[in-house]
């Protein structure tokens, strides 16, 4: 069974659930009941390591808090129409691209309009400011027409959309109320891997529900294109659960709940949270413009593994490789070439790779950068103007013998001819036929097409060949494949 990530339905309330309530007492059928044995002595208290004394209370930061959560309903419409008669997405039973003499016959009716179907959705959020500012997800009130909150007091209000940040799934709400509890807002750069942290929110509509874990990770990134570095725990959040506060122990808000990790679509021990310091910038700048700038430099990078490190001369596995260079982006313009290793943002070291994508984004457009890159061998610094980020996606491209085979690679290439280098917008560049050994290990496959080898651009097979000769045990080529750009690295030895 796959996984995968959830956000905590927007149409939660779709799921349609009973939940049965179990005694705690379980009883065995089918067996002899086991004979009661008297104890002679009490039996001695746990000599734990960890006692119960250590064990944290949380009531009385819920007592102080716990006012501040919110619930949130909203109200929605999805559009539906279908053929009059048709049994949609049954096959042999009028499809659009249904072929069969059912769909044949159908398609003679003229389509007729379904009134639009009404949804309901539920999640959580928090009172941000005593005047009626509160914090949610973006998905909780994404394409909602009517958003209720609920406080702890009962009291209800209809809510107004002030913005909403899909790229970090924050939004915020505006409802006309005065003198509200609010909530504390901290500092997640100071959470420790292994600290306890609570949640409040409404799972399945059960509101303000308490749920406490520990920090499991911290600067997560998930394969969602968000430039968020989540915060992960063990805390349990399940539906209705999303746009819910994350507290640590002091009663302040590190991080709004968000996604589960999960084969069952229910809470399975893993889940992620937004930083609060990403959504405090988030919510500022949607208060004052309505809208989110987030800087770019115009690259794609992929994490520095083990063997690339080797390829790349560097001690350890760290920073960022740089696939691509998007054109006339910073990057190009501050000399960045594919192949570099960007090691150092501000003078700020690069560990992990997720690092580099969500503290550029976080920076306002104009802003200059120093960049320090690892270079065949050396590091070298680069100074760049970040541009403003967009939704538009550019996929840009940089810049013959016969077949050939390199024995110690695997690969059986061609140089490209020059329609091919025009249809897939490359200049040079050998296309694999085939491969074997080293290079199937690495998992290069037929119709890659190989555009560099240890940061040298390849022209001719014959090139490739001196350069594979040349290296020493491990070999990292920067390989096309449809519209992505990786760097893939070949183990000689």
């Known amino acids: 069974m796959s996984l995968k990530f959830v956000r905590n339905p927007f149409a939660a309330a779709l799921l349609g659930a009973a939940v049965i309530g179990v005694p705690a007492t379980i009883f065995a059928m089918g067996h002899e009941a086991a004979p009661v044995v008297p104890v002679a002595a009490p039996i001695p ?3 734990s390591v960890i006692g119960r004394a250590a064990l944290p209370d949380f009531s009385a930061m819920v007592r102080a808090y716990g006012p501040a959560v919110v619930n949130i309903t909203t109200k929605g419409l999805v559009k539906t129409s279908a053929r009059s008669g048709q049994l949609r997405g049954m096959p042999g039973f009028g499809d659009d691209d249904d072929d069969s003499p059912f769909g044949q ?16 959705g539920e999640g959580s959020g928090f009172i941000l400011g005593a005047d009626g500012i509160i914090l949610t997800n973006a998905h909780v009130v994404a394409d909602a027409k009517e958003v209720t909150v609920k406080l702890t007091d009962k009291r209800e209000f209809t809510a107004k959309v002030i913005g909403q940040d899909t790229k970090s799934d924050i939004a915020v709400l505006k409802i006309d109320a005065h003198d509200l509890p609010t909530v504390k807002v901290g500092d997640p750069s100071q959470l420790e891997v292994g600290e306890w942290v609570v949640a409040i929110g409404s799972p399945f509509g059960f509101e303000n529900s308490v749920t406490q874990g520990i920090v499991s990770a911290k600067g997560r990134t998930l394969p969602d294109g968000s430039y968020v570095p989540f915060l992960q725990t063990d805390v349990a959040i399940n539906p209705g659960n999303s746009g819910g506060p994350l507290f640590n122990l002091d009663g302040e808000v590190v991080g709004i709940n968000s996604q589960i990790y999960t084969r069952s679509g229910g809470f399975q021990g893993v889940s992620f949270s937004i930083p609060i310091d990403v959504a405090m910038n988030v919510t500022k700048q949607l208060q004052a413009t309505g809208h989110v700038s987030r800087g770019k430099l115009g690259v794609t990078i992929q994490a520095v593994t083990q063997d690339l490190a080797k390829s790349f001369g560097l001690d350890k596995p760290q920073g960022a490789l740089v696939s691509n260079v998007e054109k006339d982006s910073p990057a190009e313009r501050a000399g960045i070439e594919p192949g570099d290793v960007i090691v150092k943002l501000d003078g700020k070291t690069i560990d992990e790779t997720a690092e ?5 984004a976080a920076m306002q457009p104009g802003s200059k950068i120093k960049l320090t890159v690892w270079r065949e061998g ?6 760049a103007k970040l541009d403003e980020m967009t939704d538009k996606q550019v996929a840009s491209a940089d810049e013959g013998d016969s077949a050939a085979a390199s024995g110690k690679l695997g690969m059986a290439v061609r140089p490209l001819t020059p ?6 917008e490359v200049k040079g560049g050998l296309l694999v036929q085939d491969v074997a050994a080293a290079a199937a290990e690495a998992g290069i496959r037929p119709g890659d097409i190989v555009l560099s080898a240890n940061g040298k651009p390849i022209d001719s097979v014959k090139q490739l060949r001196d350069i594979t000769a040349k290296a020493d045990r491990h070999i990292a080529l920067l390989i096309q494949r449809g519209e992505a750009r990786i760097f893939v690295p070949v183990d000689l030895s």
Do not use: G, Y
Not at 105 to 120: K, L, T
Not at 378 to 383: A, G
């Open 419 to 424: 329609d091919e280098q025009k249809q897939v």
């Open 356 to 360: 580099l994508p969500a503290a550029v």
């Open 105 to 120: 016959f159908f398609r003679q009716f003229p389509q007729q309009q379904i009134p639009d179907s009404a949804v309901r």
């Open 45 to 47: 208290q746990s000599t």
């Open 378 to 383: 050396r590091e070298k610094e680069l100074s």
